[in-house]
T-cell receptor, first 113, second 111 residues
């Protein structure tokens, strides 16, 4: 069955450092992969989409890589700030014939001053 | 409206009652999704609507759950004969293509 795995342990880092979160998947051949941010009590917010033919994508302090051989995506936040503290979710399309998304359980990030 | 709107924001119901949860998607978005998120858990896919195609109901946990989308816009998720294990936040999202825009969710508590 299709699985998306994200580190269940919270990631604690110091302000200014780079946070790196991992998303591994099995039994998928996704056309793209997405990352979302979720704050407590709120719905997820879209951050970045990376397609299977893209190795890397950047948006401001965010960088995503996508290795379809390793079946892994890495999500980096550079120069992290306390405001970056949230849960980050990885999402893949359920199939490549539609756009329904399957989400990982997310990794909680805490950035301390 | 500017974003996806869900109502009610909170719902407390007695076990065995039926509940209806409403989602107003972003105008023009052809895709609409329902997810469920239990405390401390990930998002569980429930159902997906895309344009006029038959909905993907593969995530509905039992036949007590149903959803409809009228006129390609507003959607209602209905849970019949609610059980305590149905307690969760129900999230709706709409999408123009790839990225999903989520509402704030409806927190359902079955007592």
């Amino acid at each position: 069955s299709q699985k998306i795995e994200q580190n269940s342990e919270a990631l604690n880092i110091q302000e200014g450092k780079t946070a790196t979160l991992t998303c591994n998947y099995t039994n998928y051949s996704p056309a793209y992969l997405q990352w979302y941010r979720q704050d407590p009590g709120r719905g997820p917010v879209f951050l970045l989409l990376i397609r299977e033919n893209e190795k890397e994508k950047r948006k401001e302090r965010l960088k995503v890589t996508f290795d379809t051989t390793l079946k892994q995506s890495l999500f980096h936040i550079t120069a992290s700030q306390p405001a970056d503290s949230a849960t980050y979710l990885c999402a893949l399309p359920l199939s490549n014939s539609g756009y329904a998304l399957n989400f990982g359980k997310g990794t909680s990030l805490l950035v301390t001053p | 409206g500017a974003g996806v709107s869900q109502s009610p924001s909170n719902k407390v119901t007695e076990k065995g009652k039926d509940v209806e949860l409403r989602c107003d998607p972003i105008s023009g978005h052809t895709a609409l999704y329902w997810y469920r998120q239990s405390l401390g858990q990930g998002l569980e896919f429930l159902i997906y609507f895309q344009g006029n195609s038959a909905p993907d109901k593969s995530g509905l946990p039992s036949d007590r759950f149903s959803a409809e989308r009228t006129g390609g816009s507003v959607s209602t998720l209905t849970i019949q004969r609610t059980q305590q294990e149905d307690s969760a936040v129900y999230l709706c999202a709409s999408s123009p293509r790839d990225e999903a825009f989520f509402g704030q969710g409806t927190r359902l508590t079955v007592v």
